[in-house]
């Protein structure tokens, strides 16, 4: 079975600061990774996407994330954050033994992030 | 424009009752798939359908039925409501059998059954 962890419910960050998300997944076949966000009252927009070659992959909005087969993490960073990152940051698994045809996407938790000025 | 429209916005249903929520894409996606998002719960995924075939069915209650009437709609119809169905649910469409394919969200269908 597949399943996405995110340890943290809610992240409060200063704007101007770093910013990390941890996700942990588990998946039995070739894991395809994606970071989505949900703004308020919004639907849900894709931040970036993994599913093979450099392990650190560049988003949107100066986002990325470092993906780790060893450790089976794909953890969100950004540098600088600003206050309209605040949102709901969602870890996301595709693929596994579905062999492409569902198109099943899991979702972790989320994390909700306040950016504080 | 928007380019997955989902209608209505906001939903209010008594108990034993049926809806229709509907969704549309004008994203040229020949699949489709519908999420339900409940209090203090993940995203749950319920159903993908992929050229107006059902691919994958996670739903445990037959309540829910999804309807493709056209290549670019689908459609969940639930019977019976209970307060339990309160949620939002998201529809979204891809690009169908790949599974690392950016499926695109749309706004939601904020369903509260009293």
């Known amino acids: 079975a597949q399943s996405v962890t995110q340890p943290d419910a809610r992240v409060t960050v200063s704007e101007g600061a770093s910013l990390q998300l941890r996700c942990k997944y588990s998946?039995?076949?070739?894991?395809?990774l994606f970071w989505y966000v949900q703004y308020p009252r919004q639907g849900l927009q894709l931040l970036l996407k993994?599913?093979?070659?450099?392990?650190v992959v560049q988003g949107v909005n100066g986002f990325e994330a470092e993906f780790s087969k060893s450790n089976s993490s794909f953890h969100l960073r950004k540098a600088s954050v600003h206050w309209s990152d605040s949102a709901v940051y969602f870890c996301?698994?595709?693929?596994?033994?579905?062999?492409?045809?569902?198109?099943?996407?899991?979702f972790g938790e989320g994390t909700q992030v306040t950016v504080i000025s | 424009d928007p380019k997955i429209i989902q209608k209505p916005k906001y939903l209010v249903a008594v108990t034993g009752s049926e809806k229709i929520l509907i969704c549309e894409q004008y994203?040229?996606?020949?699949?489709m798939y519908w999420y339900r998002q409940s209090a203090k719960k993940p995203l749950e995924f319920m159903f993908s359908?992929?050229?107006?075939?059902?691919?994958d069915n996670q739903t445990a209650s037959s309540r829910f039925q999804p309807q493709s009437s056209k290549k670019n709609h689908l459609d969940l119809q639930i019977t019976a409501l209970k307060p339990d169905d309160s949620a939002t649910y998201f529809c979204?469409?891809?690009?169908?059998?790949?599974?690392?394919?950016?499926?695109?969200f749309g706004p939601g269908t904020r369903l509260t059954v009293l």
């Open positions: 979204a469409s891809s690009q169908p059998g790949l599974d690392y394919a950016e499926q695109f």
């Open positions: 996301v698994l595709s693929g596994g033994n579905t062999g492409g045809l569902s198109g099943k996407l899991t």
């Open positions: 998946s039995s076949g070739t894991p395809y």
């Open positions: 993994y599913y093979s070659g450099d392990p």
């Open positions: 359908y992929s050229y107006q075939k059902l691919m």
């Open positions: 994203l040229g996606h020949n699949a």
